[in-house]
């Protein structure tokens, strides 16, 4: 008896902590909806906004593995792992270093505003460029390194969520 009662309690507690998941990303969401989009010239210095424009930068970065001109690039290097166990062999890829390098300028219509991502705080919603003299996929020997990039090219469209500060704190730094 207690058997058949046990699986409708655990459905209902996994569907009433979805619940509760999907209200808190609810209240995110409606939370960062609130959040202005400015134009480069209108930044408040403290105040957390959106800003939107073109990618561009005085000095040319070259991405270590596709090798291409960019404004900025994030390298992921990870090795292949082996290991042995009850179940047999496994293999997973571990990241080793992710290296974020450069900085640029997002030009609006009304100026321009210098951005510096930081690793943490970088969400790039683009697909990888892969090392291509990596073997066929599922083919790698233990001890493989695959090195990955995302880059931002001179000129793309490119949106920004941060709190701006003035040039002179910058320059403190």
């Known amino acids: 008896m207690s058997e058949t009662i046990l699986i409708p309690v655990l459905i209902a507690f996994s569907g009433a902590a979805l619940l509760v998941i999907g ?3 609810l209240r995110r969401a409606r939370l960062d909806k609130n ?3 400015r134009l480069t010239g209108g930044l408040v210095a403290g105040e957390r906004q959106f800003i939107t424009g073109a990618a561009a930068s005085p000095v040319k970065v070259t991405a270590p593995v596709s090798k291409g001109d960019c404004v900025f690039y994030l390298e992921k290097t990870e090795r292949l792992e082996s290991s042995y166990g009850r179940r047999g062999n496994s293999e997973r890829w571990v990241t080793e270093a992710v290296t974020a390098y450069g900085a640029f300028f997002v030009k609006d219509a009304d100026g321009a505003a210098l951005v510096m991502p930081g690793r943490p705080a970088l969400d790039l919603k683009k697909a990888e460029f892969s ?3 990596d073997a066929l996929p599922g083919m790698s020997a233990p001890g493989a390194v695959r090195r990955t990039e995302l880059t931002i090219a001179e000129g793309e469209s490119v ?3 941060g709190y701006p ?7 403190n730094f």
């Open 131 to 133: 090392d291509p003299g």
């Open 165 to 171: 500060r003035p040039l002179g704190e910058f320059m």
């Open 35 to 37: 959040i202005p989009c």
């Open 23 to 25: 209200g808190l990303k």
């Open 159 to 161: 949106t920004v969520l």
